[in-house]
């Protein structure tokens, strides 16, 4: 049994915070923002909005995109780093919300590559045949968390959530191959300390760079394809020269690299299936399309997919 992608949705806060808007806020500018990490807006939750609303109307739009109930879920898996509360978990509210009675719950915390995770464990659940339909939700209110004195950090981070109803597919289709990896001695380079995000930079952009790119080789080799034969790379949308160095690595054409961090920054959990989401619905992800997802964050941590996409 084979495991794919059967829906996607996604969610962004209405409030948005221009790189103008960030001049204001501390000393930076539109130009040095852009020119560093392509990013020219981001979306700022309210005060009543928190992460499991932001993914409670990402997982809706991807139950309906998939055209299964809430009631056929067997697992809800959330990945954050940013949860209302300790506990109950964000996967525990959703359950609640959707009405998801016979599905188990939990969140997973590896940063921004939590999507990956929750792809990649999904995997095993259904070609195990344990699970049939599994809902994972990327969502982060990184704004709750960012220092906005800190013009190193404050100008990188969005809040918004993602989603995908995961089941099986046919036997050409679906994920083909995936790598994950950490590294926790790097992890001391991007973490939260007391209640704020606080990052080296230039550690990250370096671990980032080389990571992301021999990921994504890696997984289209492990898949049995070359290079070329990808349709569409979905890197974490952290840094647009970090994604750059992943498309140029693949050798592939600037149309082919999914791009949204101009309009989100740095969504984290988020950022990998929002993108997704768009590229679905945008008609950028065709069916039998070889497509890529390719994520990094915190931890160190690190996750890729290769698939066939379709059902």
Not at 201 to 220: C, L
Request: hydrophobic share 40%; aromatic share 6%.
């Amino acid at each position: 049994m084979k495991a794919g992608i059967l829906g996607t949705g996604h969610y962004a806060p209405e409030k948005i915070l221009t790189n103008f808007d960030m001049e204001k806020i501390v000393d930076t500018s539109d130009e040095w923002i852009r020119t560093r990490t392509g990013i020219e807006e981001r979306r700022i939750a309210s005060d009543e909005e928190d992460t499991s609303d932001l993914a409670y109307k990402a997982a809706l739009n991807a139950l309906t995109e998939a055209g299964i109930k809430a009631e056929d879920l067997d697992l809800i898996m959330v990945a954050t780093v940013t949860p209302d509360q300790s506990f109950p978990t964000v996967s525990c509210k959703i359950q609640d919300r959707l009405g998801a009675n016979k599905a188990a719950a939990m969140d997973i915390s590896a940063a921004c590559a939590g999507f990956m995770y929750g792809v990649i464990t999904a995997k095993q659940f259904i070609e195990t045949g344990a699970y049939k339909h599994v809902l994972i939700i990327g969502a982060d209110k990184l704004s709750k968390i960012t220092d906005w004195t800190d013009r190193n950090t404050c100008v990188l981070f969005g809040d918004g959530a993602g989603a995908a109803v995961m089941g099986p597919v046919s036997e050409e289709k679906g994920i083909l191959s995936f790598e994950l990896g950490s590294d926790g001695s790097g992890g001391k380079h991007l973490a939260q300390e007391g209640s704020h995000i606080v990052m080296n930079g230039r550690e990250v952009f370096k671990f980032a760079v080389r990571q992301m790119p021999e990921s994504s080789v890696n997984v289209v080799e492990k898949a049995g394809y070359a290079k070329e034969d990808v349709d569409y790379l979905i890197p974490h949308q952290a840094n647009i020269r970090i994604m750059e160095a992943a498309r140029q690595r693949l050798g592939i054409e600037p149309e082919k690299l999914a791009v949204n961090v101009n309009k989100y920054g740095n969504t984290s959990a988020a950022s990998i299936p929002i993108a997704l989401s768009e590229g679905v619905k945008n008609g950028k992800i065709k069916d039998n399309d070889l497509v890529v997802l390719v994520g990094f964050g915190g931890g160190l941590t690190w996750g890729a997919v290769a698939l066939k996409w379709g059902k």
